[in-house]
């Protein structure tokens, strides 16, 4: 079993940015590939970054150039780094991971960008 426990969020102004974090528990973090998910009001959940065990990055495409996915293997930590922010990135955001077929979630933590 995996738990993930987000921190981070916050309300900032257009043009800012925030650093989120994911502290993972258990020893099989380092072979856990990691992501950020988001939901807005009345949207669907989307996927924003992605980091694989071995570091491998992927972003969707409203964030690429703005947003940083990365982690620490010796804090079983992983981050999304967001700069630039703007008003259409307000939204709760998630971590997520998958072991062995089960999807593990983090609790979310709000992120509100001021126009």
């Known amino acids: 079993q995996v738990q993930l426990v987000e921190s981070g969020g916050g309300l900032v102004q257009a043009g800012g940015s925030l650093r989120l974090s994911c502290a993972a528990s258990?020893?099989?973090?380092?072979?856990?590939?990691m992501a950020w998910y988001r939901q807005a009001p009345e949207k669907q959940r989307e996927l924003v970054a992605s980091?694989?065990?071995?570091?491998?990055?992927n972003y969707v495409d409203s964030v690429k150039g703005r947003f940083t996915i990365s982690r620490d293997y010796g804090k079983n930590t992983v981050y999304l780094q967001m700069n630039s922010l703007k008003p259409e990135d307000t939204a709760v955001y998630y971590c997520?991971?998958?072991?062995?077929?089960?999807?593990?979630w983090g609790q979310g933590t709000q992120v509100t960008v001021s126009s």
């Open positions: 997520k991971t998958n072991n062995l077929g089960t999807d593990y």
């Open positions: 258990g020893r099989i973090f380092r072979i856990l590939g």
């Open positions: 980091i694989t065990s071995n570091g491998v990055t």
